[in-house]
């Protein structure tokens, strides 16, 4: 209980918050992992994932493929990246991608597929190209599960960038690292406190984003 | 003129055959019924029309003109479409819906919506629903959208895959009658299939009956159909010898009354 208490008042005292290795750098340099890693891994499977809901060909094939990345830990693939490509942060980037990509195809297959197939088909009747029924039907209907992707991916990645850290001056992870060497358990929890709030504001975030983007497919509540 | 299926088949991969050899010419501005039971392969020769299905062999022709030259999205375009039940972009509005077609093809959207509010009272349906999801309306009223949506780009043609299928029989009767007030308005080419040889009869010029695999069992006017079906497959599909076909008269009151072969009145003879 001390701990934690001693951790809320490392976090309260300003001295902390200030400078190159205060909390407010590492807090905005953990978001741009997060965001750029996210980013990065949706725009390698958003359009992969739309093109397999939309084919529904070559499901089993990345599905299998997406499984086996998932089965990677994280840190073991990081260290392998590390020893690979130096120390810095394009390492856990790179892992960290590798971490969000699956949920990030589930989402968007998963959400390309929820359209109803009979308006897709109608669509597809009336002569809209592929690319209309894409972008006119099975995006807008399945945009609430495509989010829903991200979200999940979103929240695994900023959880896990605190392995940002183990190679690179990088994020909130620093905290807990410095703090695990030092033996200072407080500034260690007061790090893990830090993730775990940021990750809580960006999943309430995306779960308004996910809201708001169910919301373009199921137009039936709200006054006509 | 009009459709031409000229010996069109089509078998699927695994060996399936769907419709074996079927040629038949729908004549232009008529309404013509393909008739049969599931597996007659009556959607599958109307999906042909529009090229959402490729015959494996025979050629449809569009005014002598042979579609599988033509570009499928554009093709499609200048042809309506009414699927059975649903269809409609549940996240767009009724009026956005109907306005589909004509804004794909470029007109600008006021415009579009604009013609789009004169087609819903063409089909029966108040203005006051153009605002409306499509969730929001009845079945009925679902498939009058699908309708105008379909004659949204004015075209020639007009497909319908079993349009009043899912709808209960007193909306089904009100929507064959406005499909006949809009047809005898515009004088499109129909060609509407269905499983219900009541409607077929009711809506169509030229009935085309079905057997299994797509052969032509009998075609003609429901008239003719119904006067001498060609064997006891026609004779049984269409109910030549069920009772409510079964016309006799009989006097009462001084009235000639038309009963069926239960006795149940039926009219009143002139």
């Keep these: 209980m001390t701990t934690f208490l001693d951790a809320l008042t490392w976090i309260a005292d300003p001295a902390n918050w200030g400078g190159a290795q205060g909390i407010s750098a590492r807090l905005l340099q953990h978001l741009a992992v997060t965001l750029v890693a996210v980013l990065a891994a949706s725009a390698l499977a958003i359009p992969l994932g739309i093109l397999i809901g939309h084919t529904r060909r070559g499901r089993g094939v990345v599905v299998a493929l997406a499984g086996a990345v998932r089965a990677i830990p994280t840190l073991g693939l990081l260290t392998l990246l590390a020893l690979l490509l130096g120390v810095g942060v394009e390492a856990p980037l790179l892992a960290l991608v590798a971490l969000a990509v699956p949920s990030v195809l589930a989402g968007a297959y998963a959400g390309i597929e929820s359209a109803e197939p009979a308006a897709v088909d109608a669509a597809r009747a009336m002569g809209m190209s592929e690319l209309q029924i894409v972008r006119n039907v099975e995006l807008p209907l399945g945009a609430g599960v495509l989010v829903g992707g991200l979200r999940a991916a979103t929240l695994q990645v900023v959880a896990t960038a605190t392995l940002a850290a183990y190679t690179s001056d990088t994020g909130l992870g620093r905290y807990l690292f410095i703090g695990l060497k030092a033996r200072d358990y407080p500034q260690m929890l007061a790090g893990a406190i830090l993730v775990a709030v940021l990750a809580l504001l960006l999943d309430r975030l995306l779960a308004t984003a996910q809201d708001r983007a169910s919301r373009l497919a199921h137009s039936t509540e709200g006054t006509p | ?270």
Excluded: C
Aim: charged share 25%; aromatic share 4%; hydrophobic share 40%.
């Design chain 2, 1 to 270: 003129m009009g459709i031409e299926f000229r010996n069109v088949g089509k078998t699927y991969r695994d060996g399936t055959v769907a419709v074996a050899d079927f040629s038949h010419v729908v004549a232009s501005h008529r309404i013509a019924a393909l008739v049969g039971s599931s597996g007659s392969g009556k959607t599958t020769l109307l999906r042909m029309v529009n090229r959402m299905i490729d015959p494996s062999n025979g050629t449809v022709l569009i005014d002598d003109e042979d579609i599988q030259g033509l570009d499928k999205v554009r093709l499609r375009r200048r042809i309506g479409y009414v699927p059975q039940a649903g269809g409609l972009l549940p996240h767009r509005t009724v009026v956005d819906n109907v306005a589909t077609v004509p804004v794909l093809n470029g007109t600008s959207r006021a415009t579009a919506r604009g013609n789009a509010l004169d087609l819903l009272t063409l089909v029966g349906l108040d203005a006051s629903l153009a605002s409306r999801y499509p969730a929001q309306l009845s079945g009925g009223q679902q498939q009058r959208v699908a309708v105008a949506r379909a004659l949204a780009a004015d075209p020639n043609i007009l497909l319908m895959d079993e349009p009043f299928g899912a709808v209960d029989p007193i909306v089904r009767r009100e929507l064959q009658d406005q499909l006949l007030r809009v047809q005898a308005e515009l004088g499109k080419t129909i060609v509407i299939v269905t499983h219900d040889v009541d409607e077929a009869f009711r809506l169509a010029d030229d009935v085309v009956v079905l057997r299994t695999g797509g052969v032509v069992a009998q075609s003609g006017t429901p008239q003719s159909i119904l006067a001498s079906p060609a064997d006891a497959f026609v004779r049984d599909f269409v109910g030549a010898d069920r009772p409510e076909r079964t016309l006799t008269t009989t006097e009462v009151d001084g009235q000639r009354l038309v009963v069926d072969a239960d006795g149940r009145p039926v009219g009143i003879l002139r």
